[in-house]
């Protein structure tokens, strides 16, 4: 191989790098920037942390396991509910959240939808206890946004592809 093929491949991967960069920060952009118009304009508490790291896991690596929407929609409720269930008689404590944590992750690993996101919002509900309405909202907008917008995203930017896989 010439230097001057040596430079051109390594021009053209770093182009592919930058474009994959910027595509995935415009797709978390873009997500994000939907969690808090929602939030803003409906009242919704969709602009939260676990929401917010979704984003970033699809546009980051949209074709890892744990971006696939079949993770994000099993784990979050498996999440939520495991760690309703244990904050309702023990009360919101750094214990509890612990221990919705590794439950939900256990949950996860058996629905084979690993999220490590749902993960944190597991811990969040053990340590605030939201309460069941936490399912209804902010948790099935959220994922409605958190799951619409990269889909979007990859119908309208060729450089990313989202869904790789559904499951």
Do not use: N
């Not at 790291?53 to 949209?62: E, I, K, L, R």
């Not at 939201?130 to 902010?138: I, Q």
């Amino acid at each position: 191989m010439t230097p001057l093929q040596t430079l051109f491949r390594v021009d053209r991967e770093r182009c592919t790098a930058v474009t994959h960069a910027v595509v995935a920060g415009f797709v978390a952009l873009g997500t994000v920037l939907l969690l808090a118009a929602t939030e803003r304009l409906f009242g919704l508490g969709v602009f939260a942390i676990p929401f917010i790291a979704t984003a970033a896991v699809v546009a980051m690596a949209p074709a890892a396991p744990l971006a696939r929407p079949k993770a994000i929609v099993l784990s979050y409720p498996a999440a939520t509910i495991s760690a309703l269930v244990i904050t309702l008689p023990f009360g919101p404590s750094m214990y509890t959240a612990t221990a919705a944590v590794a439950v939900s992750i256990a949950i996860m690993m058996l629905l084979r939808a690993p999220h490590a996101p749902a993960a944190a919002a597991a811990a969040l509900i053990g340590l605030t206890d939201p309460g069941v309405g936490y399912l209804l909202e902010p948790l099935m907008p959220a994922l409605v946004v958190v799951i619409a917008a990269p889909l979007l995203g990859g119908r309208l930017l060729p450089a990313f592809t989202y869904p790789t896989s559904w499951r």
